[in-house]
């Protein structure tokens, strides 16, 4: 086997595995072990869907009375004269079709609690498994193709949900049933026919729509790749054009669209080639057995009400059958796509829960870094043997340049990684031996950038603690020295800030963002440079907002601005993820140290300004 060729082969296998796995993993939701009402449902929409096949494979057999009643009263008293007349007869056919289909809707009716139970699970269990990803996921993903998967996902299952289940299988069922007549009522010829005619029709179709189902995975990758662009290029609205990069961006993104134009004609083109092939050979075996049954009335073996029989089962047999190939091609991409989606579902968490953690009890909020090294990449580390312990109550200043590790401490506290060295406790109990959720409800953060939700105000305050009440809210908000702000807006508390916050300035978004970590009152705070977009005057009184909270919890300042953490019980000087200096503010001038430089640094450049 050529190399080209291995490769091929393996893609398939992959591709079956995947979509197996994928059957397997949505059984639970056809079949749910706890909702035995649901399992109920389940096997009355199935009793309802073989009482519907059993009377459709049937009901050609009242159309060909009908003819043979005619044919043989020629036209005298069709209703009584010959046992139950070809008028009765034909009401009968009519009466079987409307049953035929209304035992196929009550299977729908049935079933819909299962299918819609089951989007929503799959859904929440994709929702809730993203949360649960490490930061170093969610840092390296893409929205828009991230979206793309979900929403493919779900839409897919529904296809699965309502055809696999009542449609392939019963269509099989079907079409077997009227060959199995043919053989049975006509002769051997029929059935051989219409069998060829069937194992030919699905061949090919499989075929042919294996070679598209390639194609489509192609589409949906240019898919993917024009939504990320556009949602990307969105999200950075300004930034296009603060750069006049309009024409760029949109360079950019008709690139994708071009891989998706070509991949979308192939699979046009494709199609056609599908539906011609079909019809070749659907209007083959309809031709085949309609000449024999011809032969047979014209030789006296068959009645002109068993040419229609024969007839009105080839016309029975070619709809399922072009259903089949529409309902294979859909089931193959709807695995393709809940194929995405469980690749999305079996990501690995960094940061889980050990079977015997316990909730973080806070007794006094001591933090102590023993030893701890870090790197995102252990080529590269941040943290080099830090060793630091915040006593309850204080207010630790961390400082250094860009690149020194401030900001990799706060995302430690929270665990959103785990020290590569070392340990990190809070009083005395190391975070990885405690539940996350109980550790994120004890520390409250006010990062550099404050990212906002597309509500109101309120909403975004009182995101800090939920059912908040009206007065909380408005507390947190004057804390923050936001009130006022609110006030003057025409809708108050009401106005929506636009996504991520776009219609507020910085320094309003930081606020709001002080605001609902106030509101949460937890016994850690962890301050990001959390004044850093506030003017001077605002920042003054925000610091004063700060001591007061401060009172009692144990507070980790990172901060840029050395003038907003001079009042701090301890200042510790990071560089190339090492403590190089640490004291009080006024011990560290004293020092001459790189505080000191820095410090000194920072009051030229003020006085520069101030002079401007």
């Known amino acids: 086997m050529t190399p080209d060729r291995l490769t091929t082969r ?8 995947s979509g197996w796995r994928t059957i397997k993993a949505v059984a639970p939701y056809l079949w749910p072990n706890d909702r035995f009402d649901l399992r109920v449902r389940v096997v009355f929409a199935l009793l309802a869907l073989a009482t519907a096949k059993a009377v459709t494979v049937g009901t050609p057999f009242i159309y060909k009375a009908a003819v043979d009643q005619l ?49 929503r699970l799959l859904a929440l269990t994709t929702f809730r498994h993203i949360h649960k990803l490490s930061l170093r996921y969610h840092i390296t993903r893409k929205t828009g193709g991230l979206s793309r998967i979900i929403d493919r996902g779900v839409k897919g299952l529904e296809f699965l949900l309502r055809f696999m289940l009542f449609s392939v299988g019963p269509l099989i069922l079907e079409l077997c049933l009227i060959a199995t007549i043919l053989l049975v009522v006509l002769d051997f010829r029929y059935f051989a026919i219409i069998t060829g005619i069937i ?40 930034t296009v054009k603060y750069f006049n990069a309009e024409d760029r961006e949109s360079d950019r993104y008709e690139t994708s669209m071009r891989g998706y134009e070509q991949a979308a004609l192939r699979t046009s083109y494709s199609l056609a080639a599908l ?53 294979y091609r859909e089931i193959r991409q709807s695995l393709i796509d ?75 506290l929270f665990r959103f990684y785990d020290v590569t060295g070392g340990a990190l406790r809070i009083d005395g109990q190391d975070v990885r031996d405690v539940r ?12 550099q950038d404050t990212v906002l939700f597309n509500e109101t105000i309120e909403y975004n305050i009182a995101y800090g603690l939920p059912h908040a009440r009206e007065d909380d ?11 006022d702000f609110i006030m003057d807006l025409p809708e108050g508390y009401q106005t929506q800030v636009g996504e991520r916050g776009l219609k507020l300035s910085g320094g309003e978004k930081q606020r709001v963002g002080i605001s609902r970590t106030l509101l949460k009152n937890p016994p850690i705070l962890l301050l990001d440079e959390a004044t850093s977009a506030l003017d001077s005057e605002t920042e003054k ?43 009080r503010h006024e011990e560290l001038l004293n020092a001459h140290g790189r505080y000191a430089a820095m410090w000194h640094r920072q009051q030229a450049e003020d006085a520069e300004l101030q002079a401007a």
């Open 338 to 412: 809940m194929g995405d989606m469980f690749d999305l579902l079996e990501v690995g968490l960094d940061i889980v829960d050990r079977p015997d953690a316990v909730p973080l009890e806070v007794t006094g909020g001591r933090i102590e870094f023993d030893k701890v090294d870090f790197g995102y990449d252990p080529q590269r580390p941040i943290l080099k043997s830090v060793d630091l312990c915040i006593e309850p109550g204080q207010m630790v200043a961390i400082v250094g340049p860009s690149g020194s590790g401030k900001s990799t401490i706060g995302r430690l």
């Open 10 to 17: 393996v893609a398939e296998v992959d591709a079956r595995r």
């Open 541 to 583: 009184e925000i610091q004063a907002s700060f001591q007061k909270i401060s009172e009692g919890r144990t507070v980790i300042a990172i901060a840029h601005r050395l003038s907003t953490i001079v009042e701090s019980d301890l200042i510790v000087v990071l560089e190339d993820g090492r403590i190089i200096e640490r004291g």
């Open 275 to 327: 539906n011609l092939g079909q019809a070749i050979l659907i209007a083959s075996g309809t031709v085949g057995v309609m000449v024999l049954a011809a032969y047979g009335v014209l030789n006296g073996d068959l009645t002109v009400g068993d040419f229609v029989l024969v007839n009105a089962y080839m016309i029975q047999i070619t709809v399922p059958l072009n259903f089949l190939g529409t309902v």
């Open 71 to 119: 044919a043989a009263t020629g036209g005298d008293d069709p209703f009584f004269l010959f046992g139950l007349g070809a008028v009765a007869l034909t009401i009968a056919y009519g009466g079987a079709r409307v049953l035929g289909v209304g035992f196929d809707q009550l299977r729908d009716v049935i079933f819909a609690k299962v299918g819609q139970r089951a989007l």
């Open 199 to 238: 194992v030919a029709y699905v061949w090919f179709t499989f075929k042919v729509t294996e070679w598209r189902v390639q194609i489509r995975r192609e589409m949906n990758d240019q898919d993917t790749e024009a939504n990320q662009k556009a949602v990307d290029s969105l999200l950075n609205y300004e």
């Open 436 to 447: 996350q959720g109980s550790l994120h409800s004890q520390i409250g953060i006010v990062p």
């Open 473 to 483: 809210v408005v507390a947190a908000a004057k804390a923050a020295q936001l009130h």
